[in-house]
């Protein structure tokens, strides 16, 4: 469960923090308890399961940094809250949709040739801001994953009208809030794409 705690500083300025401890898992080996990472067979189930669990909890998770191979393979990413960091520029949190206000959370996910499977560590479970009550209204939670993004386009293809994709998008997965404005900006992006004779992913 997550937990919210308010602790006092030296100063006597109180200091906000949430533990999501949903990260992490526990596992019992005979009289000694010991934290264990998650294993996932990909980084797309992996993904998909970072981003589901944020959702339930109210906070988003972005990419922060990964490194590829000489062949172009991601083997590790590195993950946190969309609050984490600063602005360089002062004024640049007034165009976003957050504000990032150095948020210490943040989780590892790395690749195992030997196991064929990706593992997840938890490098931090705090947060020092309460999480978003609307998830609807949050401009991240709205985009489309890569699998509903490949939907969007086949479905567009099919002549298939940008309400009823939407709906589509919602069966499919309960936790999607996207909205009509996501579909005809991915529509707008695909369409642009096929004019170029690129991809649009």
Not at 99 to 128: G, M
Not at 156 to 164: A, F, G, I, L
Not at 187 to 200: D, F, Y
Request: with cysteine; glycine share 6%; charged share 30%.
């Amino acid at each position: 469960m997550s937990g919210f705690n308010e602790e006092y500083n030296t100063m006597g300025e109180c200091d906000f923090f949430m533990r999501t401890s949903e990260f992490v898992t526990n596992r019992v080996f005979g009289s000694r308890e010991e934290l264990m990472d998650w294993v996932f067979g990909s980084r797309e189930e992996l993904m998909d399961w970072v981003h589901k669990l944020a959702y339930s909890l109210g906070i988003v998770i972005v990419t922060k940094r990964s490194n590829k191979r000489a062949d172009g393979f991601k083997h590790k990413v590195v993950l946190k809250c969309d609050r984490g960091g600063v602005y360089k520029n002062a004024d640049s949190s007034k165009a976003s949709g957050t504000k990032k206000i150095n948020c210490p959370f943040e989780l590892e996910a790395r690749y195992s040739s030997e196991d064929d499977a990706w593992t997840l560590k938890v490098i931090s479970d705090q947060h020092n801001h309460q999480p978003i009550q609307y998830m609807e209204g949050h401009p991240y939670a709205q985009r489309l994953s890569d699998e509903e993004f490949s939907l969007v386009a086949e479905l567009t293809k099919m002549n298939v009208p940008p309400r009823d994709i939407l709906a589509i998008l919602k069966k499919k997965n309960i936790s999607n809030v996207s909205s009509l404005r996501t579909i005809y900006n991915a529509r707008s992006k695909i369409r642009m794409a096929e004019q170029v004779g690129k991809s649009p992913m």
